[in-house]
Every structure is written in C-alpha cells, then in structure tokens.
C-alpha cells in the first residue's frame, strides 16, 4: 500500500526542496534520500526536483558518479519524475551561464526566453498546458493552470519530438514536459500548483490507485494567469508573540490609549486559509526585519515551516534580508540569512531596505560589484527567487522637470493642485526617505538581478481606495521582471482596475481579505467576468 512505499528523493541542497517533500508527505508517502550512487539504481522510484542554476546541479551530479547512476537508472525505464531543472538537465545542454553540458538524453539545448520583443523574463506564474501524449500523470491538469518560475526553458524540435508530452505556450510553445515509459519530467512545478499539482504528483506516486480517481473537471486556462497574492505583515506584538498585523500607511499601531500592535490573525493559520479560497501565492513580511536579526527570530522561520507542510502554492517571506553582524561579532551574508529561510520552506525572499542600498551604490559607481543580497542570492537561486519590495512615497510636484527623478502626470493632482509626482523609496519601513525613484530603483534591480517587483505605496497602503495605477503603470512599463501590484485595495473593480490599466502581472492584498471584507473568490469571479484570466482551484 501507498503508506508503506518509499520515494527516494534527489536533493542536492540548492533550495526549497522542503516542499516537495512536504507534498510527498502529504500525499502519504515517506522518503527516502539518495546519499551514493547505489541509492539512485535501488530506487523504486526517484523524483528529482532540481532547483538553482544548470552548472551546479551538473557540478553535483558529476561528483562521485550520481549523473552516471542516474543515466543508468533512466535507461532501464525505471519510474523516473524530473521537475523544472530536473526536466532541463536530461537535455544535451544549456545556455545558462554556459553552454553547460547536460545529462544528453533528450536532444536539445535549453535556452534563454527571449525578452528582447517586451516578453517578462523569468516566465513566473499560473500557465496552462497544451497536452500533446498520454504521459498517465497529467491526466487532470488539461485545462487548468500550474504554477511555473524559470527564464529558461527547452523548444519543441523534430529530434525530440517523440519524448514531448505537453507544451506551454509563454511568447513561444516550449516543452513543459516529457514522458517516455515510466520517465517523466515537468518544466512546472507540481508541489506549488495547488491541487492539480499534487494530482499530477499523485499519479506519479501512485499509478495504479490514481487510474481510477474521477477526473477533475476541465476548466479553460489558456495563458498566463493573473495572480491574487494574500500578503501577512507579521511582526511581534508588545506581549513577543508573532502576530498578523496590518497598518494604515504603514502605522500598525491602533489608535487607542495602549497603541497596542493590530492584532489580525495567527500567521500559519491564515495562510492556511488563503491557500484553500485560492489565493495563487502567500507573502508574509516580517516587517521589523529591518531592526531585529532574522536568524534570531525562530519564530518566522517556525512559520514558513508550518505553513509550508500544507500550502501548496507559493510562498515569499521578506524582512532583514541583508549582512548582519551579530551581538558575539559572527557575520552572516544576506545569502546565509536567504537561505535559511528557503530551507525553511520559502520558494522566494523579499528584499525591502537593502536593494534601496544597492540600487544606490550601483546608480551612483555604474559598477555591479557582485557582493549584493540581490546579486548573491540571485547567483545562487536565480533571478525568480528574488524579489524586491519598493515601499514608496508620493511626492507632488508643480513641475516634473523640479526633480531629478522620474515623475509622472498624476490622475488626482495633489492638495495645491500639483499635476505631478514623484515616487520617493524608503527604507526601514517607510521611517526613513531616500534620494531614489521608485522607477530608478526598479530599473536598477531588474539589472543586479531581481526576479520579480512588489511595489507598494505608503500613500495608499490600508486606505481601501484603490491601487495607485499611476506608479505601478510607470514601473511595470519600466522593467521587464513582473510586478506585483500591492497596497489600496479595497474592492473587486480595483484588481480588474489594475490589471486593466497597468502590465501589473499579480496583485496584492492583505487588510480586505483579513478583515474578511473581500473573499479571494470573489476577486476572482469579478476578474474572470472582466475577461481577465486567473486560476480557478
Ligand atoms: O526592509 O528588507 O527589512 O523589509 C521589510 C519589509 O516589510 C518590506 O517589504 C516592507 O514593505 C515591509 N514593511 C515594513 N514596515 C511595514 C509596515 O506596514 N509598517 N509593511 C511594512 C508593508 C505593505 C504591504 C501591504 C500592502 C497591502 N506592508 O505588504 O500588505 O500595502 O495592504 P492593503 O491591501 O491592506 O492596502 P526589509
């Protein structure tokens, strides 16, 4: 029986491969790690999630014999399940820092998407598939979306032809995945696609028990999906427990005598929630990061682990993502402190005060120094894996040509009529501005790295009157890396809203859906009914 079966799992220590395992767990399946070679051969089944770049997964399976081991084992049709690098390494190469040679089972080079004609590069979010082979794990997903994040990907060719399961069709059809007897692989991510995902992860498991589960019932996913993000602002309250908060423009204090902490929810539990009405992905940010050592706070790293055990979507965390030295003088690199909270169970970090900082230095020396967290962390766990949070401010102005900085005609003129504006960035949760745009800062990142842009706005944080169309639609015109809405929202029409007048890729919301105003199906509903396309769990 399932409960008794083991799934060996080929980790290489690169990233957020909790997750996987939790999915497996979930699924009722305990696993088992390859530690040599031999355990790949014995394996009864062996699923693969490759995370991080090309070069050193290859690195790591060309050290003591494992792409050897694995080649074997795929060549004897042994039950195989590659997900997203686990899929791009069987092929000849890649171009990803390379060319890289790869495992060379499948003929073909993974290449880079081509931004060059305005595409968003990495490729993140809720996508259909265009199923092209009976594979028997994908027999649910026809129709719905799954979740993807990656910039590279293999192209179809007359070649490989005969291994291409389905394709997906994101500025060009690539593969997003193969099957050929008992191996297969998905560009996707399974352990991230709700459940759909762990359907398709179901019938790998379990073939026999899965054939005859009822079909889910087709939907009509086409493209890529817009995404609704739950996000928790999560810090300690004045008691040390860490708590869901949510302020109005960044106060989160409330407007009583005690100006006790708001107190909106325990964080794993809402989390839970928000994955089950079918939010695509959850934020949480730990929002006195900037001030407290996260590595300090087990706490937050206790939640990502809880959390992760039961949703099955994405999870970003942010706060503190920078160098620390702490009180005994030990240095910890913002890499160290990213990637414990990846081993905790987040799939991307957050980074707030520390890009202002970057983007700073690199705006004013022109010279990529390789030694920022967005650098360091991207290098690592690629671009998709960070995002950085922009928390601006509005700033009116007469004259657009008064500052130095991009200013932009504004829909509402200010208090003395000024017809435009400027976005001023700031660090420490708002406390503190600094001499940089929200568009020169946005232009900067996209160059040292980041993967994807969470741009807020302190004006209209908490106000419930809307998102502020004109700053997201100056940053999303601005950068090719998505970005993600966030801060105003109050309604269903200010998502269709955004989506509408912005290249806004998801939108983000937090004080609507803890105070229950606004359920996230209702967001979606309104969204479809506008001819907007999002997923339906
Ligand atoms: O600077 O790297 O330590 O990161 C700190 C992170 O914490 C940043 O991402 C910053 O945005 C966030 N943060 C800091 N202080 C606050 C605060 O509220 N006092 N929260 C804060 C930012 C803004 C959004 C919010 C949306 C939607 N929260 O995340 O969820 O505005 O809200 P709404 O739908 O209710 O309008 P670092």
């Not at 968003?120 to 129709?143: F, T």
């Amino acid at each position: 029986s399932s409960s008794t079966s083991k799934v060996t799992l080929l980790d290489y220590g690169a990233g957020n491969v909790r997750s996987v395992r939790n999915a497996i767990r979930h699924l009722g399946f305990d696993i088992k790690d390859v530690q040599k070679p031999e355990d790949i051969l014995s394996a009864e089944r062996l699923v693969f999630p490759g995370v991080g770049a090309f070069a050193p997964a290859m690195d790591f399976l060309n050290r003591d014999g494992m792409a050897e081991a694995l080649c074997m084992y795929i060549e004897k049709d042994r039950p195989f399940l590659g997900i997203c690098l686990g899929l791009q390494l069987l092929f000849e190469s890649s171009e990803e820092n390379g060319p890289v040679e790869g495992l060379g089972l499948i003929p073909g080079v993974v290449g880079r998407f081509d931004s060059s004609y305005g595409l968003q590069v990495p490729h993140i979010g809720w996508n259909s598939v265009h199923i092209s082979k009976d594979s028997g794990i994908l027999d649910d997903i026809e129709g719905h979306h799954v979740y993807f994040v990656h910039s590279y990907r293999a192209m179809p060719s007359v070649a490989n032809k005969d291994w291409i399961s389905s394709t997906c069709n994101y500025g060009d059809s690539f593969i997003s995945s193969v099957t050929r007897g008992n191996i297969h692989a998905v560009q996707f991510h399974p352990e991230k696609s709700g459940d759909v995902g762990l359907s398709v992860l179901r019938r790998f498991l379990d073939p026999f028990r899965t054939s005859k589960t009822k079909k889910l019932t087709n939907g009509k996913a086409s493209k890529l999906a817009k995404r609704v993000i739950a996000c928790l602002d999560v810090r300690a309250n004045d008691k040390g427990d860490l708590v869901v908060t949510k302020g109005d423009q960044y106060d989160v204090r409330e407007q009583t005598s005690d100006n006790e902490v708001r107190n909106l929810g325990k964080p794993v539990e809402l989390a839970g929630q928000y994955y089950k009405d079918g939010a695509d992905e959850v934020s949480f940010l730990n929002i006195t990061g900037f001030r407290d050592f996260p590595l300090g706070d087990l706490p937050m790293l206790q939640i990502l682990r809880c959390t992760s055990e039961n949703v099955f979507v994405p999870l970003t965390v942010g706060g503190g993502i920078r160098d620390f030295t702490d009180g005994n003088g030990r240095h910890y690199s913002s890499l160290e402190v990213a990637s414990e909270y990846f081993r905790s169970g987040a799939d991307k970090v957050s980074i707030g005060s520390d890009a202002v900082f970057a983007a700073e230095e690199y705006l004013t020396t022109g010279v990529k120094t390789g030694m920022s967290s967005i650098e360091q962390i991207s290098r690592v766990y690629g671009n998709q894996a960070v995002v950085v949070s922009i928390d601006p401010r509005r700033v009116y102005l007469k004259n657009p040509n008064d500052v130095k900085f991009k200013a932009v005609k504004v829909t509402t003129p200010g208090p003395l009529g000024e017809e435009y504006a400027w976005y001023q960035c700031t660090v420490s949760g708002g406390r503190e501005g600094r001499p940089i745009g929200a568009y020169e800062l946005a232009k900067a990142v996209e160059q040292l790295g980041a993967g994807e842009i969470l741009l807020n706005c302190i004006d209209c944080d908490g106000q419930g009157q809307g998102f502020d169309v004109d700053l997201i639609k100056l940053v999303s015109d601005a950068v090719q890396i998505p970005v993600i809405a966030s801060s105003g929202a109050g309604s269903v029409e200010h998502f269709s809203e955004v989506f509408q007048k912005t290249s806004a890729s998801a939108a983000l919301a937090a004080g609507i859906f803890h105070r229950k105003e606004v359920p996230i199906l209702s967001v979606k509903d309104h969204l479809l009914s506008h001819g907007i396309e999002v997923r339906m769990s």
